[in-house]
T-cell receptor, first 115, second 113 residues
Framework: DVKVTQSSRYLVKRTGEKVFLECVQDMDHENMFWYRQDPGLGLRLIYF???????EKGDIPEGYSVSREKKERFSLILESASTNQTSMYLC??????????????FGPGTRLTVL | AQSVTQPDIHITVSEGASLELRCNYSYGATPYLFWYVQSPGQGLQLLLKYFSGDTLVQGIKGFEAEFKRSQSSFNLRKPSVHWSDAAEYFC???????????FGTGTRLQVFP
């Protein structure tokens, strides 16, 4: 079975802190994604990566950056956390190719609260 | 640009009743269409997907969905709901030869015994 794990289920940070959310997948997938999930807004794509050291902005990249140094690991970074970044963050991965064709496998999510 | 609409935010059904969750999409051609389910405290899991061919698609857990081009719809159905089906359901659309999925806002399903 494909497994996507996220480093924390719950995280509480203070405004202005630098926050790292880690995601690891064990199926050698090329493509990895970070979404945020908010009530009434569904899932919105923050960033995605189709290869090591490659990244592309999604629909809401402002205030976020990402890092992919190894194929299995994709990190989301909040350079200076703000209260409006309080949300559920979901990581996903999929095999190579046009990802909109392939099933995305999701991690369990990290619920981040910024105080 | 693609978009997805799930008009029902919250649906309540009794266990054993039938279920239909609505999904409408906007895209110039036939997109790739998906239904995902998110059980409490978990990530999303794929229920079924449609790319082409037979417009009635069977998925896991007894779910099916029907693609209707004339109505730009991809509604999810189940003939008899179980208490374990209580979850949030997301419809998603992807354009061919792109990397991204566009998700709807979700429908939360509550099941009463």
């Amino acid at each position: 079975d494909v497994k996507v794990t996220q480093s924390s289920r719950y995280l509480v940070k203070r405004t202005g802190e630098k926050v790292f959310l880690e995601c690891v997948q064990d199926m050698d997938h090329e493509n990895m994604f970070w979404y945020r999930q908010d009530p009434g807004l569904g899932l919105r794509l923050i960033y995605f990566s189709y290869d090591v050291k490659m990244k592309e902005k999604g629909d809401i990249p402002e205030g976020y950056s990402v890092s992919r140094e190894k194929k299995e690991r994709f990190s989301l970074i909040l350079e200076s956390a703000s209260t409006n970044q309080t949300s559920m963050y979901l990581c996903a991965s999929t095999i190579s190719g046009a990802s909109s064709y392939n099933e995305q496998f999701f991690g369990p999510g990290t619920r981040l609260t910024v105080l | 640009a693609q978009s997805v609409t799930q008009p029902d935010i919250h649906i309540t059904v009794s266990e054993g009743a039938s279920l239909e969750l609505r999904c409408n999409y906007s895209y110039g051609a036939t997109p790739y269409l998906f239904w995902y389910v998110q059980s409490p405290g978990q990530g999303l899991q794929l229920l079924l997907k449609y790319f082409s061919g037979d417009t009635l698609v069977q998925g896991i857990k007894g779910f099916e969905a029907e693609f209707k081009r004339s109505q730009s719809s991809f509604n999810l159905r189940k003939p008899s709901v179980h208490w374990s089906d209580a979850a949030e359901y997301f419809c998603a659309v992807g354009a061919p030869n792109t990397d991204k999925l566009i998700f709807g806002t979700g429908t939360r399903l509550q099941v009463f015994p």
